[in-house]
């Protein structure tokens, strides 16, 4: 079968929507389908038209200019229509409203959609859970990732999935102090929470037996830089082998370093972050804290407490590691009614 993606970033661009989309495809083309992605070229070094592991990928110079940036994307659209005709399965990632024109175009097309969500921006914007609410009505399927999308947009899911992840290829001795967040080291999501916790523990003098590692960029990492060593975005796999602890912020991040039996421990700040945290299957697994205050003091504890800390990990990577890439494109094929092919 021939499946196209549409996403607004992939790969090479480092991202929980763009790995999501890369593995998925990987384990399809495994199974003998055939994957195009459509995306934006996001680095002027970047070609037009690319084959990466297999995936074929169709990216386009999206304007940064409110409107006429989607008006173009309808064009481009338009003009390579070839390749959404051909398709047999027609997949978006979050950007539903490229495909538009097309639902009334090709009304008779089947077309899916995945929910990855904006949990970091609150209150939810009108325009936003309008277009989720369209991408429902309109899509022949769709998938949530977390089941907090349902709640919080007014929507019904057709699947909900938390991610996936790769199991750990090795476990090595793990260092009681190390400390490592991974993601991007901005003001949206929660590292702001994390740094104040941090501030706290290195005032109250805990903070010289800790070592904290950021796997991250953004324009945070001056701040970061005071707390620990920023590395940008690179391989986390190597600190989540080593590191006690995660501070983590989305879903992905939160697998990878369960499945490295790493104690993750997560802080919201608003309701819709409280229930992306709290309404999910792994939620027993991990730490959750309610303030930079609540978070001090339940790093401290379990800091000290390895029985309970162990157990913790221990169960979380029990779970974790029935999550895998296959069972993700068992969703989606189970979504597409392709289980079989």
Known sequence: MKILFLTRLFYPHVGGVEKHVLELSKILLKKGHRVTVITTKHD????YRDTVHGINIFRFKQPKIK??????????LLQNKSLIKESDVIHMHDVFIWYLP?????????????FHGQWGKYPLSFNDILQKKLATKLS?????????IQKNYGLKADIISYGATKLAKKFVSKKKNLVVYVGRLDIDISLPLFLK?????????????????????????KECENYGEVLGFTDPTPYYEKAKFCFASGYLTILEALVH?????????????????TLTPFNKFIVIASNPDDLFKKFKYYSKNQKLTEKRIEDGYNWVKTQTWEKMASSYLK????QKI
């Open 140 to 148: 022949t399927g769709n998938i949530c990732i977390g089941d907090y």
């Open 102 to 114: 097309f639902r009334l175009l090709l009304p008779n097309k089947k077309v899916y959609t995945t």
């Open 197 to 221: 916790m941090l501030k706290r523990y290195h005032d109250s003098n805990h903070g010289n037996g800790i070592k904290v590692i950021f796997c991250g960029g953004g324009v945070l990492s």
């Open 44 to 47: 002027d070094l970047l070609s």
């Open 335 to 338: 979504l597409w009614n392709l």
């Open 261 to 277: 039996k790493c104690l993750v421990f997560v802080v919201y700040k608003n309701p819709l972050q409280k229930d992306y945290y």
């Open 67 to 76: 409107y006429f940036g989607l008006l173009y994307t309808w064009y481009w």
